[in-house]
């Protein structure tokens, strides 16, 4: 949950999943419409299903492997994750490379060629901290100093070079290069997309929902139609914006109310429908514009 979300947003998430399933066969055991339900508004949700792909693996193997190759081969287990596992809870002499090793090595080493095509390089000048003795005999506890190193002082914008334990070993400080690096190239600009969604609502508040196919963008999430539903006195409802990793979206919203859903139309409660965010966004704004609509049918 952690990977391209910040702890105060997986924190309540992590709970919830935690006393969902507190075991990896409870988890393997799951549906994943169940399991991406819990993980809906957490964004990127290739990672809840190949978190659910990885519990099956691991299920039928009788536990986790704790060699980094295994490790590997299961699935959403990149380098990363494979060699966190591995030094925290194996001893595995590797050193596991998230955004804050990444900036450590890159000044310590002063690496100035941009990333994202620096990763392999800066990847392997952190590898070598590994051949320390200290970090040999407790690569868990390394790897984690290592994190927290990264995280509270050799941080990106202004780094405290001067309570760094390693500022006299820095080529980066050395040089003045520390506040530079590592070197980022530069961005391209999102496209955009823009596409409609309807938000059908029946007496009783619930709406419905289309569930997505297992792969591509919100794969297995539950979502709004793109297309009319039914026949209905559709009101627009304005746009909502959203950004994923590659592109923005502009969502036109459009909205109504019928007496009774379809027979066969999958429906939630509007207040509890677990949603992705974009599709919270559009969901919340069709009701507001229902809701003014009603309130103005009612008014003298």
């Not at 959403?76 to 050193?95: C, D, E, M, S």
């Not at 800066?122 to 994190?147: K, N, S, T, V, Y």
Request: with cysteine.
């Amino acid at each position: 949950m952690l990977q391209q979300t910040v702890v105060a947003t997986v924190k309540p998430y992590y709970a919830k999943f935690l006393a969902a399933y507190p075991t990896v066969q409870e988890l393997a055991t799951a549906s994943v419409e169940d399991v991406c339900a819990l993980w809906a508004g957490l964004g990127y949700y290739a990672r809840a299903r190949n978190l659910h792909k990885c519990a099956v693996a691991v299920a039928e193997l009788g536990g986790f492997p704790n060699r980094i190759e295994v490790l590997r081969t299961l699935p959403g287990i990149g380098p990363y994750t494979a060699n966190a596992v591995g030094a925290i809870a194996f001893g595995q002499k590797v050193l596991p490379v998230d955004g804050n090793v990444e900036r450590v090595a890159a000044r310590l080493f002063a690496i100035t060629a941009p990333l994202p095509g620096a990763k392999k390089t800066i990847a392997a000048a952190a590898a070598r901290l590994m051949e320390d003795e200290d970090a040999q005999a407790a690569p868990g506890d390394f790897a984690q100093a290592m994190f927290d190193l990264g995280a509270t002082v050799c941080v990106p914008k202004s780094p405290n070079c001067f309570i760094c334990p390693w500022s006299t070993h820095c080529q980066a400080k050395a040089t003045g290069l520390a506040t530079t690096l590592p070197v980022k190239a530069k961005k391209a600009e999102r496209p955009r997309r823009v596409g409609s969604v309807y938000v059908l609502l029946d007496r009783q508040d619930n709406v419905l929902l289309l569930r997505r196919p297992p792969r591509g963008l919100l794969g297995g999430m539950l979502v709004l139609p793109e297309v009319p539903p039914v026949k209905a006195r559709w009101r627009h409802a304005g746009a909502v914006e959203h950004v994923f990793t590659h592109f923005a979206l502009t969502l036109w919203v459009h909205a109504a109310r019928v007496d009774v859903m379809p027979e066969e139309a999958l429906r939630a409660p509007v207040g509890s429908a677990a949603l992705p965010s974009v599709m919270r966004k559009a969901l919340d704004a069709g009701c507001r514009a229902l809701n003014h609509a009603d309130n103005g049918k009612r008014s003298p």
